[in-house]
């Protein structure tokens, strides 16, 4: 039996990497709320908006995988493997709702501006939370393609906004700080909310997506194909694809010849489900059994009826 090597990033699992998510969500509130109020910067307090939006998905984002982790039963025989595109969704909700809150505050401060206090301190304190988010956004991110988990990926792309976000907000603050132009302050907290806005944008439509049921991509689907294609016994039609969260479901006709025996064809069709799931990690094959015979003369009938 080959040895199934076990990695960091399959210790870390999207229910451990969440409450790390929240816990820097906590951190970072406090380092950008001080930081915001020591300065008076609208770009700073944009970014700290960013921060507490961070701790709301992270927070919604951990009930969704717990609930997504739960087994399949009577009421869901799929799985709740969906309740995870919830959690992206949320998020991304929350991400426009911040952009257009963070462009209110920064028109109000572009026409009445206001002079900036201890800047040094406020960029240090904004700079450590920056790269505290740059580091757990990165082994979210890398995280979330391992297991699959459209939550993990959901918060990591925010993160990563976040982080965005503030290096937009410093090097508009020490702009400000060498040039006195006031007006840069809340240009730069505008255009950061532009930034998020799009991001928040991409999340919701990714989780609509797969919730109306997305084919796998691209080529993931070539690779189901060329599994299929290595048995040459069998002929196969109707192929659809589908993701739920982690999971990854085929749906598909396989045609043998009619004079099979029973548990002759079974044992093919074993055969190809294990292909197909050593191929495509995740994958639940759903597969039809169809005599090639008898669906020929069907097809005869159907040519000989008169029109």
Excluded at 146 to 167: C, I, N, Q, Y
Excluded at 174 to 202: K, T
């Amino acid at each position: 039996m080959p040895r199934v090597t076990i990695t960091w990033l399959d210790r870390l699992t999207p229910h451990r990497l969440l409450q790390a998510s929240i816990a820097v969500a906590l951190l970072t509130i406090g380092l950008k709320t001080a930081a915001w109020w020591l300065t008076g910067s609208v770009g700073l307090l944009s970014d700290a908006l960013e921060a507490l939006v961070n701790l709301a998905g992270a927070s919604f984002g951990l009930l969704m995988v717990t609930i997504a982790a739960r087994p399949a039963d009577a009421d869901h025989p799929y799985g709740h493997h969906k309740a995870e595109y919830f959690s992206s969704g949320f998020e991304g909700v929350l991400i426009v709702v911040a952009a257009f809150a963070i462009i209110v505050a920064a028109a109000g401060r572009l026409i009445h501006p206001q002079p900036l206090q201890q800047l040094d301190l406020g960029l240090l304190l904004t700079l450590l939370s920056t790269a505290l988010n740059g580091a757990l956004a990165t082994v979210m991110l890398r995280a979330s393609r391992r297991h699959r988990s459209a939550a993990l990926e959901g918060d990591a792309r925010h993160l990563f906004t976040d982080v965005w976000t503030s290096v937009g907000v410093l090097v508009g603050i020490a702009l400000v700080g060498f040039s006195g132009w006031l007006w840069l302050d809340p240009v730069v907290a505008i255009l950061v909310a532009l930034n998020i806005l799009r991001e928040g944008l991409r999340l919701v439509w990714r989780a609509a997506q797969g919730l109306m049921d997305e084919a796998l991509d691209p080529a993931l689907q070539a690779t189901i194909e060329r599994t299929l294609a290595g048995f040459a016994a069998a002929r196969f039609d109707h192929i659809s694809t589908r993701k739920a969260g982690q999971r990854r479901f085929v749906d598909l006709h396989m045609h043998l010849p009619a004079a099979w025996p029973l548990g002759r064809a079974a044992a093919l069709r074993a055969e190809v489900e294990q292909a197909l799931m050593q191929a495509v990690p995740g994958l639940r094959a759903t597969i039809q059994l169809l005599p090639t015979d008898v669906e020929a003369l069907a097809i005869e009938q159907d040519e000989e009826e008169p029109t």
